[in-house]
């Protein structure tokens, strides 16, 4: 990694390598070639960003509600303001629609929180929409120039990848790690004997650029499936068949090609993605979809179908906090250093510590984003939830069971060793008659009689889970796409798609996570960018210049989900899931269009505008008597920074 001085606008440079690459390319029977584009969009939310600040009356300290992650929110602001940590009190509020673009601090709330405490009194902001679409982080404006070297048989022996990240005016909070990962994900599920890759941070006049739902991944997946693509046909493969051959399998395993990403080794260990594939391919029924797109192409229709696979890096943090507090009504509460941003997980931490007090997750209180009641802690990014905030949860509960023991092997006066939990009691084993409930047990552990007995009062625990591994989740996307050549729209007639979950804890929260990733995947594919003019203003500042694709656009998303790979670093097997439905959208529909047109000209761009279809419709029919300008095929010239 190299930071540069003043005088270039390029802020940051990342290289990672391994293998002879040089070498590969000079013994190579076949090198392909590309250069893709992935546009400048973002999430945009239904409710745009918003805070509150309220001084506390008679000190120096301020209640916040709207940032996102508390904790790294509390520090980061109290650093600005120069006040203590102790002063900077973060409130939870249902913010809608993050998946990044709410995550860090921006000016706006270290105005408000200042404001506050200049006036004495609340102060309220929140953006408008033109605000928020120049003023919101932006995300995925990239440029990849990449190679692979394969043998006669189509097996990869290396790849080289440069790429160039406009990231706007300057660098937010998120880096280096989302460049680290875009960098290095770009080899994703394949077996890559070597490779060399370089990431260019470039500045820009333009929004600044930040995370947003798998940065990095969804453009690096782009620029290699379609550089594959690209390769099937060059070397006389199907784009399947040339994915069956370089993509990881268990007899790789551990696949440890000797990189870092993160700041740690890259290691999976977990997994078989040729067998995913397959059974992908089988629920689908792909054959059946060649079938029918060639029938239909014999028609005169445009329809073709696209295949992209991804893998994603999940768990990325190290540690979560979380707490575990049995009351002696019967209720218990969950404390955890993650944050709610609609992904379930009050659902899942309520499911994880359920499952070992035994009782209703119905009674179980989920409390997050309230630096006074939970001191330290993370967030929630980068799929990351369910494995660490649940780790915390799981072991706190378990300390909770340990301490319950302990206290009930006196109630009780029995041995420790033959007490076991059984529905929300502990009992001695084989006597039914003979036990306590957890809230009983809380409820005699009062004030006064822990404190003679030299103890903690209550039943509880805190506990902290560190996860010095992350985890790879991987699937599949196939897409059948038809479009109407006479006004360039299209028909998403059939979508699927997968994910090898490890073990998914609630599989309706999953297939939630997974089906929306896929909407927003197939708005950066279709529908949304984010366009500036020669001068450098902004072109896309309301709904009637930024387009979004509406329900009815959307297709049937089909899911498959399989636990054929438990991961072993974490208790529970899990993988995580919140942004694998996303990754592989963009590649397997450019894929599609491809295959509709099957005129030689390859998709190097997303999104793939209506217009680019109609112009591209139209290079079908050299007879058709309207000046019009070539189907665009490549990326747009000058983009790189």
Known sequence: MRLFDDHTNEALRIEKTYGDTPGAFEGAAHVVTGTYT?????????????????????????????????????????????????????????????????????????????????????????????????????????????????????????????????????????????????VGMVPGPYRVPAYSGVLHVVLSNKTPSAAYRAPGRYEGTFARERLLDQAAHQIGLSPVEIRRRNLLTSADLPYEPGMEICFEPYHFDSGDVVDHLDKALAAADFDQWEKEAVELRAQGRLVGNGVGILMDKAGLGLYETGAVDVDPSGRVRVRTGASSVGQGIETVLAQIVAEEFQVDPELIDIVHGDTDLIPDGVGSWSSRSTVLAGGAARQAALDTIDKAKRLAADMLEASIDDLVVSDGSIMVAGSADSRLSLAEIAGRWDG??????????????????????????????????????????????????????????????????????????????????????????????????????????????????????????????????????????????????????????????????????????????????????????????????
């Open 38 to 182: 992935v546009g400048r969009h973002s999430g945009v939310p239904m409710e745009t960003r918003g805070c509150v600040a309220q001084p506390e009356p008679g000190c120096r300290g301020v209640n916040i509600w709207g940032p996102v992650h508390a904790h790294d929110c509390q520090r980061i602001i109290a650093n600005v303001l120069q006040l203590s940590l102790a002063d900077v009190h973060m409130r939870h509020t249902a913010i809608g629609g993050n998946f990044g673009v709410k995550g860090g601090v921006f000016p706006e709330h270290i105005m408000t929180a200042w404001a506050a405490l200049q006036l004495g009194r609340p102060v309220k902001w929140t953006e408008d929409r033109l605000e928020h679409m120049v003023a919101t982080s932006h995300a995925r404006e990239q440029v990849y120039e990449m190679s692979a070297a394969f043998d006669a048989d189509g097996r990869l022996l290396a790849l080289t990848d440069e790429i160039w990240d406009n990231h706007g005016a300057f660098l937010r909070q998120a880096e280096p790690l989302v460049s680290d990962i875009t």
């Open 448 to 641: 006064w009689s822990a404190r003679l007995a030299g103890d903690e009062p209550g039943l509880g625990a805190q506990a902290v889970y560190v996860d010095s591994h992350m985890n790879y989740p991987y699937g599949v996307t196939l897409v059948q796409l038809e479009v109407d050549p006479a006004t360039g729209g299209h028909t998403i007639r059939r979508f699927l798609t997968t994910t090898e979950a490890g073990r998914a804890i609630n599989p309706m929260t999953t297939r939630g996570q997974v089906i929306g990733a896929a909407i927003q995947g197939i708005g950066g594919a279709l529908y949304e960018e984010f366009l500036y003019d020669d001068s450098g203003q902004p072109m896309c500042t309301s709904f009637m210049d930024y387009l979004l694709p509406g329900a009815q656009e959307m297709p049937d998303v089909d899911f498959l989900m399989t636990e054929d790979a438990p991961t072993p670093n974490n208790p529970f097997g899990a993988k995580g899931l919140g942004e694998v439905g996303l990754i592989a959208v963009g590649a397997s529909i450019a894929s599609a269009v491809d295959d509709a047109f099957s005129d030689g000209q390859v998709v190097r761009k997303v999104p793939v505008a209506p217009e680019t279809l109609w112009h591209r419709a139209l290079d079908r029919r050299p007879n058709v008597g309207v000046p019009h300008p070539r189907a665009l095929e490549v990326v747009a010239e000058g983009s790189h920074g």
